[in-house]
């Protein structure tokens, strides 16, 4: 077990408040610990705002803040500050996995008081977090005597951006993430997930996200119609209407705007993870970070199917073989899908039954061959979007796991959501989630979830809850026209930061001649392996046919490369064009560089590694011929001391 270590915690024992020249105002700034971001709460007419500056430059303009309530009045207004206290936190703490085993948590933090000057006379809390990478807010309604339930209609949240920064977005979809990014000036957005990402013209970048979510929807950003650069948070509803129905007291998710003044800083960012709360699972020994292949890339390409058939790619003695094909080169797991019953009777929300196998698919067979192998066999849970009836599986299912030595879990959730009109990132999908995660954890079981609620660094909490995908990944270059050259270059700017993704690199057959002939991966074989280190997930699938991996010489790399890192540093970037990641792990490092449809050669200080040490590179590049559309298969490999 890793256990969290404080080293000491700071308290700020002043507080500034600044006053303008109207009386009615009253404003206190809260300066990040190197001084460089500020948040500045306005109370102005008994309604709060708040500023963001970055470099003494002002990056978000006066804001509103509050809510509006179902049958209440609005609690957004008439405040008086009852009081507002300081104070600051530094502390380092363990990881159980990560891009780097120690986390450093330096903010400063302010909580403002505000009561209601007219009856019912309620309170508000405003909690506002300053830290060296971004600032954050969130909203906080304490226990008070008369006041129990709130059903949110709205959170009047404001984001009035001071510039029409270049934006890299996605639509604000309640049900789906997996799209295509488009680069257009805020002003051209009409609704967009989040992260949300932005650059100025001078390279200052910003980040709006969210963290720490408990009970609450997500948040997606719209445009205002009045004015073209401020978005609106959009809170995904329920069936009736209704934003949130919380119990008095309660937290929102905090409102995170990471801020960087060159795009590879946003990368290093650990705001989102600082936010979380500490690590809620006591005993971690059995949470493993670690590659992973699969009866899966047959499925996506036809050469298998879900469904028993006299394709079922889902049999005791196919699995068996890529259990063996694990064992033999070092790769610690092997996912299985298809494996249990109701696959040909598809339909959106079908009762899978997670515990019933097809007849070909022995599963406590297939797990004890796994367990004496050494190999961790990780189970598969389609729901079809029905998670009202998979959460009466989740106990009978993981309990069975559990006895047969099964420690990971994929889950998945295609279709409309089961309970009908709820959506796949609404309150009740985010207690669906939380729900499923905690049972997983009382059962030792690893979660990777797919289309599901996105990634707000949770995984601080619940380690158990490795990756999740809700991104277009590599399984649409099987499927359609696949995704262009500058896709993975934009991820890393955009949805990697708020967790880790479930990309799926890792294909070194280019082609699929034998199963889709018109159909192909829109990469060179260099930038797939380079894939496995650029985006970051501590389950990382080398997603290929082992076919494709036998005596081919590039398969070293993915035999080679972790899934877990000690460090990271990031040597360049540009959002949608190129990134160069490097990691650590014991005492070597792994360099990934990608770019977009664009040869480019870079030179870069290799001034991260230890002075004292002699190293040896080995280098899996493109090759001399190599073209993403024309020569996508040439490759090298050298050494250099």
């Known amino acids: 077990m890793k256990k969290q270590f404080l080293s000491f915690i700071i308290l700020v024992s002043s507080i500034a408040f600044l006053f303008s020249s109207c009386s009615h105002d009253e404003m206190i700034r809260l300066d990040s610990p190197d001084g460089k971001n500020n948040i500045v709460f306005i109370l102005k007419d008994g309604n709060p705002y708040y500023q963001i500056i970055r470099d003494k430059r002002l990056v978000v303009d006066t804001s509103a803040l509050g809510f509006e309530l179902k049958d209440m009045l609005p609690l957004e207004g008439d405040f008086k500050m009852e009081k507002a206290v ?161 119990e008095v007291p309660f937290k929102t998710p905090w409102r995170t705007i990471q801020l960087a003044s060159a795009a590879s800083d946003l990368i290093t960012s650990t705001m989102i993870l600082n936010l979380n709360e500490p690590n809620a699972i006591e005993e971690t020994s059995w949470i493993r970070p670690m590659k992973y292949i699969g009866i899966w890339w047959g499925m996506h390409i036809g050469k298998y199917t879900w469904a028993i058939g006299p394709k079922h790619g889902a049999t005791t003695e196919n699995t068996k073989a890529y259990i063996d094909f694990a064992a033999e080169n070092g790769i610690p797991g092997v996912l299985v899908e298809g494996w249990n019953k109701e696959w040909e009777n598809w339909v959106d929300g079908v009762e899978f039954p997670m515990t019933k196998a097809y007849p070909d698919y022995d599963l406590e067979q297939v797990a004890s061959y796994a367990g004496n192998k050494g190999v961790y066999l990780i189970a598969h849970n389609e729901t079809a979007a029905n998670a009202e009836w998979y959460e009466k599986e989740v106990d009978s299912a993981f309990a069975l796991y559990q006895r047969l030595g099964i420690h990971a879990v994929k889950t998945g959730y295609v279709g409309k959501i089961r309970p009908l009109g709820q959506y796949h990132h609404g309150q ?159 005492n070597i490092w792994y360099i990934g560089s990608i770019t977009d449809e664009n040869k480019r050669e870079f030179s870069f200080l290799l001034d991260f590694l230890d002075e004292k040490v002699n190293y040896q590179a080995v280098i899996y590049a493109d090759g001399p011929g190599a073209d993403w559309v024309s020569n996508p298969a040439d490759y090298i490999i050298e050494k250099k001391l």
Request: hydrophobic share 40%; glycine share 4%.
């Open 86 to 246: 300081m104070s600051g936190n530094h502390e380092r703490w363990e990881t159980v996995w990560g891009q780097r085993n120690k986390v450093m948590d330096h903010h400063s933090k302010l909580t403002v008081t505000l009561k209601e000057q007219k009856e019912p006379n309620r309170l508000l809390e405003l909690e506002f977090a300053a830290f060296d990478d971004g600032v954050a807010f969130r909203y906080s309604v304490p226990e008070q005597e008369g006041l129990k339930n709130l059903e949110i209609m709205k959170e009047a949240t404001k984001f009035r951006l001071a510039e029409d920064f270049s934006a890299w977005w996605i639509p604000g979809d309640y049900d789906n993430h997996e799209f295509l990014y488009k680069n257009t000036p805020v002003s051209a957005i009409d609704s967009a997930n989040t992260p949300l990402t932005m650059e100025s013209s001078d390279s200052l970048c910003l980040s709006i996200h969210e963290a720490a979510p408990v009970n609450y929807p997500e948040m997606r950003l719209k445009r205002s119609k009045e004015e073209p650069t401020t978005l609106l948070c959009d809170l995904v509803p329920w069936p009736d209407g209704v934003k949130a129905k919380v």
């Open 428 to 586: 009740w999908m985010v207690n669906h989630q939380a729900r499923v995660i905690e049972k997983a954890a009382e059962h030792q079981l690893m979660i990777d979830a797919h289309e599901t609620v996105k990634a707000t660094g949770l995984e601080r909490t619940w380690p158990n809850f490795m990756t999740r995908e809700w991104a277009r990944g590599n399984e649409y270059e099987a499927w359609s026209e696949g995704n262009p050259p500058d896709h993975t270059c934009i991820l890393p700017f955009t949805r990697v930061l708020a967790g880790p993704l479930d990309y799926t690199p890792g294909i070194i057959g280019i082609y699929f001649k034998d199963y889709k002939p018109d159909n192909r991966i829109h990469t060179t074989l260099a930038k797939q392996l380079a894939l496995m280190v650029v985006i970051y997930s501590p389950f990382q699938m080398a997603a290929d046919l082992i076919e494709n991996y036998k005596d081919h010489p590039a398969f070293q790399f993915i035999r080679d490369v972790p899934a877990d890192w000690d460090n990271t540093v990031v040597l360049n970037g540009k959002i949608g064009d190129f990134v160069t990641i490097a990691r650590k792990k014991n």
